[in-house]
């Protein structure tokens, strides 16, 4: 039951964080790494075609203004990614955000609550404990953080193309 109401919070917060989204107008956004808190490179040896990148324990969804994308934890060094976003009007926004090799947390926001900076660290750990799970939202500068294993991204992709296929395999049942 309380794992019903967490879940339930966090999908109302997410619907929320999506109407606020799809009603601000924003340009596009930068998200990029200072160039003293770069993200450590992965390999530092030369990749050659025939290798598999090293998979990460854990994956960040980073949803923005201007996108989405997977950061992977790194394996030792600690780096905080800014996430820079110009709206129409011309203000700034910036959320900092610290990923160390155990988890991610919002360092610091431009907004005005700092609601997102008090939600605190997020890690595999701590995750089922924490009201929003494995998330972080920032719903004024519209920035959300979500934590994964690689298994639960693999589950993701597989049950949406289940879905695709199976909403495709049955309209085709009924249309002779």
Known sequence: MKHLFKRT????LSLLFLMVFALSPVM??????????EPPAEN?????????PAVAKAYIL??????SFW???PE?????????????????EVNLIHVTPEGFYMESS???NQDCVEQGIVTLENRHERILYNAVLCLPNMVSLELYTPEEILEMYASSEADAGGESSSSTENNP
């Not at 919070?9 to 109302?12: E, G, K, N, T, V």
Request: proline share 6%; hydrophobic share 25%.
């Open 71 to 73: 950061l992977p934890l």
């Open 44 to 52: 530092s040896t030369e990749n050659s075609s025939e290798e598999q």
């Open 28 to 37: 596009p956004v930068s998200a990029e790494a200072s160039e003293h808190t």
């Open 110 to 112: 431009t907004c005005e």
């Open 62 to 67: 980073l949803t923005y203004s201007g996108g």
């Open 76 to 92: 030792t060094e600690d780096y905080t990614l800014p996430v820079r976003q110009v709206r129409d009007d011309g203000t700034e």
């Open 9 to 12: 919070a966090l999908l109302l």
